[in-house]
T-cell receptor
Framework: DTGVSQNPRHKITKRGQNVTFRCDPI?????LYWYRQTLGQGPEFLTY????????KSRLLSDRFSAERPKGSFSTLEIQRTEQGDSAMYLC?????????FGPGTRLLVL | KNEVEQSPQNLTAQEGEFITINCSYS?????LHWLQQHPGGGIVSLFM???GKKKHGRLIATINIQEKHSSLHITASHPRDSAVYIC???????????FGKGTHLIIQP
């Protein structure tokens, strides 16, 4: 257990539905990252927060994706109108220094 | 964009063997991470390197900044070392880590 938690751990949804994932980072960590990992691949960067400010977004993050970190603590990642291609593991990591601490991930399956 | 290549992609070895996993990258970095991912998705950070060599127990990681290459070694391998080992590089900017595809290691008793 790294101290980073994610909920839910698993989500199955029908295509077209909206889903929201939550990440609770280690409390003193000001940096928070979201990554997506598809089967057999390494994770890919999605977005980055420093405190409550979203400083970087990957071009992988289409308009259907939105992330927030309203008080600089927990973060949410919402996917609207899910597509089958969104099926993946969504990983959150937090950091204060150079080491990122990863949560267990939320595995999304879109049917 | 940094290209991170790992080799081998898959490795099966017998318990006790010395294991080497390689990682190369294309653009200069501020740090390189070796991560371990077990079935079910949990990722654990093993090492962060910016130069030289680090050792934790049976694990050794080295990096050659000039060659843009790093290796992860496991001595006296054990079945519990079976996992996916991922190399990730930090370019020093705000765009997070760039990951290799991972090396799937199986240690047979």
């Amino acid at each position: 257990d790294t101290g980073v938690s994610q909920n839910p751990r698993h989500k199955i949804t029908k295509r077209g539905q909206n889903v929201t994932f939550r990440c609770d980072p280690i409390s003193e960590h000001n940096r928070l990252y979201w990554y997506r990992q598809t089967l057999g691949q390494g994770p890919e960067f999605l977005t980055y927060f420093q405190n409550e400010a979203q400083l970087e977004k990957s071009r992988l993050l289409s308009d259907r994706f939105s992330a927030e970190r309203p008080k600089g603590s927990f973060s949410t990642l919402e996917i609207q109108r899910t597509e089958q291609g969104d099926s993946a593991m969504y990983l959150c990591a937090s950091a204060r220094g150079e080491t990122q601490y990863f949560g267990p991930g939320t595995r999304l399956l879109v049917l | 964009k940094n290209e991170v290549e790992q080799s081998p992609q898959n490795l099966t070895a017998q318990e006790g063997e010395f294991i080497t996993i390689n990682c190369s990258y294309s653009v200069g970095i501020s740090a390189l991470h070796w991560l371990q991912q077990h079935p079910g998705g949990g990722i654990v950070s093993l090492f962060m390197l910016s130069s030289g060599k680090k050792k934790h127990g049976r694990l050794i990681a080295t990096i050659n900044i000039q060659e843009k290459h790093s290796s992860l070694h496991i001595t006296a391998s054990h079945p519990r070392d079976s996992a996916v080992y991922i190399c990730a590089v930090d370019g020093g900017g705000a765009d997070g880590l760039t990951f290799g595809k991972g090396t799937h290691l199986i240690i047979q008793p």
